[in-house]
């Protein structure tokens, strides 16, 4: 498979059927759960290795997940050989989040999709369906080379 070939959506319903996860992902057990045109939404497993010093989830965690979720969103809108990358992101922490194995569920949906800037938001939930944090983005369209 040539990943240039696919369409960013093509290319994330690819790893969501593969159960494939690469790099960050990878290293901290998120996996990418739903996607659709202009929507993503990745689940990852809490553990004690992702404590801030109170004792709560740290608040990269979260960074990183709503940044994963509404990036693919983008990127699920651009067509074959298009990327993206994050320009800003804004995180409004709204409760600590637990340690206890549980997933937290982070979606983002775009909400401008233009052809060279895209912005979209993400929401964080915990496992009882509070929400942790909230999110927005830019991100910088990339054509082809």
């Known amino acids: 498979m040539d990943p240039a070939s696919l369409s960013g959506l093509e290319l994330m319903q690819w790893f969501q059927g593969s159960n494939q996860t690469q790099g960050i992902g990878a290293f901290l057990g998120m996996r990418l759960d739903e996607v659709s045109d202009g929507r993503a939404v990745f689940v990852l497993p809490t553990r004690a290795e992702f404590a801030n010093p109170l004792g709560t989830l740290h608040g990269?965690?979260?960074?990183?997940?709503?940044?994963?979720?509404?990036?693919?969103?983008?990127?699920?809108?651009?067509?074959?050989?298009?990327?993206?990358?994050?320009?800003?992101?804004n995180i409004t922490f709204l409760r600590p989040g637990a340690l206890d194995g549980s997933e937290v569920r982070a979606e983002g949906v775009v909400v401008h999709r233009g052809r060279r800037l895209s912005t979209a938001t993400g929401t964080l939930w915990d496992a009882r369906g509070k929400v942790l944090a909230t999110a927005t983005t830019s991100c910088l369209v990339l054509p082809p080379a």
């Open 60 to 89: 990269g965690l979260p960074a990183t997940i709503l940044d994963s979720a509404m990036g693919c969103a983008v990127h699920s809108t651009l067509p074959a050989g298009t990327s993206y990358t994050t320009v800003d992101l």
